[in-house]
């Protein structure tokens, strides 16, 4: 589906009024200012892949503002991928100041107050990311706020290259292979920030973070394998379980806790994917629940439905 706005479609004085509303819906509220005393102009494209959404935003200058009371009502967090392809941008939250020029790109977080700006025309590529898809591939996607990152070459450059392409071709595609597509943009958004040393800092040493990297790498590749468990997570890793314990727990988390996190977090997934059409107990089965009571109890008090409502919810949106 596809979303356009412009402001050529208002009359000049209601333009400024008419492009908060836009923005609204297409990302969140935010409050906006407009440098200067020209006539507003600017247009808005979004296209819907799965669980994220595309959009091209191409205006003059203006400077977004999300305040806290934004906040209240909003359940859902999301994080915003925005690549600028005409001039810098800036961005400020929890105390960090950054610009990005064309040749990069950087996340923002929608659940704290946040201002975002540009004083010239710009033209921006926004991917819009529920908090849910990106932590099923990324731990503690808020580590993500704020970074610049490059886009000039490597997963980086493919990432933004994928975002345009999709663009580009998503006419030629059913809601099948669109939903494909937006995880596939994840994978490689995950692929391009995970290799950065800035998100490994922390209290942990190197080596700490080098065994909680490959646990978690493990933790991925078996989530099918109901007899996984930490103990073979640390065998897999070459390390003790008490130690693999204490790795996880300077995370605030538990090895069981996060093997639990990530079959839940690909359980939703595919019950929120077209494609895959096996029933709610095949799905469980395949992400390694034995005990389809237990599974539903969990994902209700994680996702805050029970999987038949959210197979429910994606079958209607198709």
């Known amino acids: 589906m596809q979303l356009t706005y412009s402001t050529f479609d208002s009359r000049p004085s209601e333009r400024r009024r008419a492009w908060q509303r836009?923005?609204?819906?297409i990302y969140f509220p935010l409050e906006l200012a407009f440098p200067g005393t020209r006539v507003f102009e600017g247009t808005l494209d979004a296209w819907t892949l799965g669980p994220v959404s595309i959009s091209r935003n191409c205006s003059n200058g203006v400077l977004y503002r999300r305040h806290e009371q934004h906040l209240l009502e909003e359940q859902d967090e999301n994080y915003l991928v925005t690549?600028?392809?005409l001039a810098e941008v800036r961005f400020v939250q929890d105390g960090r100041d950054v610009s990005c020029s064309p040749g990069g790109f950087l996340i923002e977080r929608s659940h704290l107050p946040y201002e975002f700006s540009h004083r010239d025309p710009a033209s921006l590529w926004v991917l819009k990311v529920p908090n849910a898809v990106l932590e099923a591939r990324i731990r503690r996607p808020e580590r993500l706020a704020t970074l610049r990152f490059d886009a000039r070459s490597g997963a980086g450059a493919l990432f933004?290259?994928?975002?345009?392409?999709?663009?580009?071709?998503?006419?030629e595609f059913d809601a099948a292979s669109r939903h494909?597509?937006?995880?596939?943009?994840?994978?490689?958004?995950?692929a391009a920030v995970a290799a950065d040393e800035r998100l490994l800092m922390g209290s942990s040493t190197s080596v700490r973070n080098a065994h909680l990297?490959?646990?978690?790498?493990?933790i991925r590749s078996r989530l099918a394998d109901p007899q996984?468990?930490?103990?073979?997570v640390?065998?897999?890793?070459?390390?003790?379980?008490?130690?693999?314990?204490q790795i996880f727990e300077a995370e605030n988390t538990t090895v069981g806790g996060q093997i639990r996190a990530q079959r839940l977090a690909l359980c939703d997934e595919r019950l929120r994917d077209p494609r895959f059409r096996g029933s709610i107990s095949e799905i469980a089965y395949e992400c390694g629940f034995s005990d389809q009571a237990q599974f539903s109890r969990n994902y209700r008090a994680r996702f805050g439905c029970t999987p038949r409502q959210t197979r429910a919810e994606a079958q209607r949106g198709c």
């Open 22 to 25: 836009a923005i609204a819906d």
């Open 83 to 85: 690549v600028p392809e």
């Open 160 to 171: 933004v290259d994928m975002l345009r392409l999709a663009v580009a071709r998503i006419s």
């Open 180 to 190: 494909l597509i937006g995880n596939q943009l994840v994978e490689l958004l995950a």
């Open 213 to 218: 990297c490959r646990a978690e790498a493990v």
């Open 228 to 232: 996984l468990s930490p103990q073979s």
């Open 234 to 245: 640390a065998d897999a890793c070459g390390i003790s379980l008490r130690y693999l314990q």
